[in-house]
């Protein structure tokens, strides 16, 4: 299976797929499926987005 990563305007990092995340220590979290991970920084569920980049008005439009 694939793992895919988009980068949302104004909006998370949303994977889906079958993939292990890793914490700072490199204990692997597996995972299948989609989540979201907050690139605002303001999250209170960090490193999940809990939808707060709506409420601060974050602005982010990257392009690879």
Excluded: W
Aim: aromatic share 6%; charged share 35%.
């Amino acid at each position: 299976m694939t793992v895919e990563i988009r980068i949302q305007d104004d909006d998370s990092l949303e994977i889906s797929g079958k993939f292990d995340l890793l914490d700072e220590d490199g204990n692997p979290y597996p995972h299948h499926g989609k989540l979201r991970l907050c690139r605002c920084g303001a999250s209170k569920t960090k490193p999940y987005c809990d939808d707060t980049h709506v409420e601060i008005n974050f602005d982010s439009k990257i392009r690879a």
